[in-house]
């Protein structure tokens, strides 16, 4: 492979994005100091940069940010999908201002360094993500030293020294140690995350009606997104989480109402290896089950469909979807870089949805079990809810 032209580094660089094509983009860097290695790609999302910063489905990537003013609303503890950010690094337009939102807590660049993550300002994103539309997703590696210090040949050989996402399983690295029970349901002003929201629209005020026991579902975590199950428990359920690496026995033994297949990154093939084997057996129980995102990749996978790499992936909160039953189009959140194959679909899985950007799959559902899934994620955060009815029909055939 031929290097591209090393771009001579400008007076005040403190921060530099190597590609394995030999591209050599020098900005600004904020955040934590240091390098790291892995896929960049581009969000298209005008708003929570924080909630897809900790969207563990982001493991192993960096984020090329569309929208120029990220940081100005800054950070607080509130907005997030996961304890720590699991995106390595994130590259913005315009420098990070102090934060004007009366919910900050705190300063981007702060929340950045705390989290050991590294932030790249002064980039032309709109290039990068030219870049990435033609080229498709690189493999780079983002570097912040605060003295300009940068050893551009060895930061070149990690990027092209990466394996890359395909054959990766990265769900096994992001998982939960151990089974849990979720509390807490949607976020509301004022009440933060309400224990009480319950058998309401999800995303709605409470309604507190008269107690009734709650199907009880068995969230399979491959990388979740919390506000998954806050929606769930929003929509009327009881969830118990449980390791990407759980049995079909260590399931059964909570006596699950239903099965929920969560988000999460890497190749849903190599995650399949040992997923799999397992949804087929819950398959068998005849029980309910909903899948997202890799989710709804692994579901695809266990009834004999294909999956494959994207070019440049689906990140943003604005991708129009169709619903096929009757044609409604659905404003989507989005977060994937593989996808199943509708040409390997079995005969009793049938397609629901599709994308309108480019006509791929985005959802299917089962003839002869009570399953589905979806490509892309209905319960937001950051993003529209046109889609929170999927949880509540998720529920309404456990019940």
């Not at 032209?5 to 530099?16: E, H, I, L």
């Not at 929570?48 to 910063?53: D, H, K, N, R, V």
């Not at 300002?121 to 003295?147: F, M, Q, W, Y």
């Not at 969830?239 to 079909?248: F, G, I, R, S």
Request: aromatic content about 8%.
């Amino acid at each position: 492979m031929a290097d591209a032209t090393p771009t001579p580094m400008p007076a005040g660089a403190t921060g530099v994005l190597v590609l394995a094509s030999g591209d050599v983009i020098w900005g600004r860097g904020f955040g934590a100091e240091g390098q790291a290695v892995g896929e960049v790609c581009f969000h298209t999302a005008m708003t929570g940069y924080q909630e897809i910063m900790t969207d563990p489905s982001f493991a192993g990537q960096i984020i090329n940010f569309t929208f120029p003013h990220i940081g100005n609303v800054g950070a607080n503890p509130d907005d997030i999908e996961a304890d720590d950010p699991h995106a390595l690094g994130m590259i913005v337009r315009e420098d990070v201002t102090e934060p004007s939102n009366f919910r900050s807590t705190e300063h981007l660049d702060a929340w950045m360094k705390k989290h050991a993550r590294i932030g790249l300002s002064g980039i032309d994103t709109r290039a990068l993500t030219r870049r990435i539309r033609l080229a498709g997703a690189p493999n780079g590696v983002i570097a912040h030293s605060a003295e300009g210090k940068f050893d551009i040949p060895l930061l070149l050989e990690m990027a092209r020294a990466w394996p890359g996402l395909e054959g990766m399983d990265l769900a096994i690295n992001v998982t939960v140690e151990t089974h849990y029970g979720w509390e807490g349901g949607v976020w509301r002003l004022g009440f933060g995350y309400d224990p009480s929201t319950s058998s309401g629209q999800a995303g709605e005020s409470p309604v507190h009606a008269e107690p009734v026991e709650a199907p009880h579902v068995v969230a399979i975590d491959y990388g979740s997104k919390r506000n998954i199950f806050r929606n769930l428990v929003a929509a009327g359920a009881k969830v118990t989480v449980l390791p990407a690496a759980a049995t079909y026995e260590q399931i059964m033994a909570f006596n699950p109402d239903g099965f929920f297949l969560s988000n999460g990154p890497g190749d849903p093939a190599a995650t399949g290896e040992y997923a799999v084997p397992v949804i087929r057996q819950l398959l068998e129980t005849g029980k309910p089950l909903f899948g997202i995102c890799l989710g709804h990749q692994l579901l695809g996978l266990a009834v004999g469909a294909e999956t494959t790499k994207m070019f440049q992936g689906h990140r943003g909160a604005n991708h129009p979807v169709k619903r096929l039953e009757d044609g409604a189009v659905e404003i989507t959140s989005m977060n994937h870089g593989f996808a199943v194959e509708r040409e390997t679909l079995p005969e009793n899985a049938r397609e629901t949805h599709v994308s309108l950007f480019d006509g791929s799959n985005a959802g299917i559902e089962l003839t002869d079990r009570p399953a589905f899934s979806v490509q892309y994620h209905p319960e937001a955060s950051p993003g529209p809810q046109d889609s929170l009815y999927l949880f509540e029909r998720f529920v309404g055939m456990m019940v």
